[in-house]
T-cell receptor, first 113, second 110 residues
Framework: KAGVTQTPRYLIKTRGQQVTLSCSPI?????VSWYQQTPGQGLQFLFE???????NKGNFPGRFSGRQFSNSRSEMNVSTLELGDSALYLC????????????FGAGTRLSVL | GQNIDQPTEMTATEGAIVQINCTYQ??????LFWYQQHAGEAPTFLSY??LDGLEEKGRFSSFLSRSKGYSYLLLKELQMKDSASYLC???????????WGAGTKLIIKP
């Protein structure tokens, strides 16, 4: 069974640009969560999608948005990039039921110059 | 408020045993998770506790006391490859969102 796939793995952008990150969950999983991780900050929750609906949202500005498609694949968009957006962005998929254990992708490392 | 506390860093010796503690204060509770994260890699799932008591899985065990808002991860027969960060997370049953601790960096010395 294939794991969670995130693309691209690395990305370099400049301030003011926008970026779209992609996440393909484990087959059969309906929940996709996005996290931002910076050194010393731990995992900061961005949002969770379940069956194409945003189920939970963290405390991030509106520049951060996401969506989920009917095949459960998810995208995250960040507009008007700032230097502070440089981070590892992790996607986690879960069945959406019962224990709902999250399984993480390898992440996209975004550098904003 | 929602809060999860873990020690920032711990050091242990190869072959020894180490216990990493996690205390939590959340508005609701629907399970506690432990993850391992090696530097530069994604977190990987280690254990899940929803009832009080000890869950054992090989060299790793996890304990939960819901009345005390307390969990620990016990690592036995430490190996160098166990050097990693260990993340504690609690699922809030009001919205099923995971609340994450900042992680404990475990350093294993020969």
């Amino acid at each position: 069974k294939a794991g969670v796939t995130q693309t691209p793995r690395y990305l370099i952008k400049t301030r003011g640009q926008q970026v779209t990150l992609s996440c393909s969950p484990i087959s059969g999983h309906r929940s996709v969560s996005w996290y931002q991780q910076t050194p010393g900050q731990g995992l900061q929750f961005l949002f969770e999608y379940f069956s194409e609906t945003q189920r939970n949202k963290g405390n991030f500005p509106g520049r951060f948005s996401g969506r989920q498609f009917s095949n459960s694949r998810s995208e995250m968009n960040v507009s008007t990039l700032e230097l502070g957006d440089s981070a590892l962005y992790l996607c986690a998929s879960a069945p959406g039921t019962s224990k709902n254990i999250q399984y993480f992708g390898a992440g996209t490392r975004l550098s904003v110059l | 408020g929602q809060n999860i506390d873990q020690p920032t860093e711990m050091t242990a010796t190869e072959g020894a045993i180490v216990q990493i503690n996690c205390t939590y204060q959340t508005s609701g509770f629907n399970g506690l998770f432990w993850y391992q994260q090696h530097a530069g890699e994604a977190p990987t799932f280690l254990s899940y506790n929803v009832l009080d008591g000890l869950e054992e899985k090989g060299r790793f065990s996890s304990f939960l006391s819901r009345s005390k808002g307390y969990s620990y991860l016990l690592l036995k027969e430490l190996q160098m490859k166990d050097s990693a960060s260990y993340l504690c997370a609690v699922r809030d049953d009001s919205n099923y969102q995971l609340i994450w601790g900042a992680g404990t960096k475990l350093i294993i010395k020969p």
